[in-house]
């Protein structure tokens, strides 16, 4: 079992920055892929970034040039930078942590995040 929390989230103003962080524990594969998705109301969930234990990310188009996904390998651990929010932006974002071997992922349990003037 792998459990994962998030934290960063809370209120920012357009045009703002937020990071976000994402510590996983537990039973890690040594391939494996973290990441972000997010939801907005009456949305279904969708892909922001994720990032393999080699290092490969791979962003949303809404993001990209403004979200920076980083992870630290030896904690486990996945990070979002968040520059130049907008409105459209706001929405609760999961963390996952997707194991290779065997194939298995594990979400977070979302960090809220409001961006609004």
């Known amino acids: 079992q ?4 998030e934290s960063g989230g809370g209120l920012v103003q357009p045009g703002g920055s937020l990071r976000l ?23 279904e969930r969708e892909m922001i970034a994720t990032i393999t234990s080699g290092g490969d990310s791979n962003y949303a188009d809404s993001v990209k040039g403004r979200f920076t996904i980083s992870r630290d390998n030896a904690k486990n651990a996945v ?8 409105p459209e932006d706001t929405a609760i ?8 071997v065997p194939i298995r992922t594990f979400w977070g349990q979302g960090t809220q995040v409001t961006v609004s003037s």
């Open 79 to 86: 990070y979002l930078q968040m520059n130049s929010l907008k």
């Open 21 to 43: 962080s994402c510590a996983a524990s537990g039973s890690i594969s040594s391939l494996n892929d973290m990441g972000w998705y997010r939801q907005a109301p009456g949305a």
């Open 93 to 100: 974002y999961y963390c996952y942590v997707r194991n290779w």
């Open 2 to 5: 792998v459990q994962v929390v």
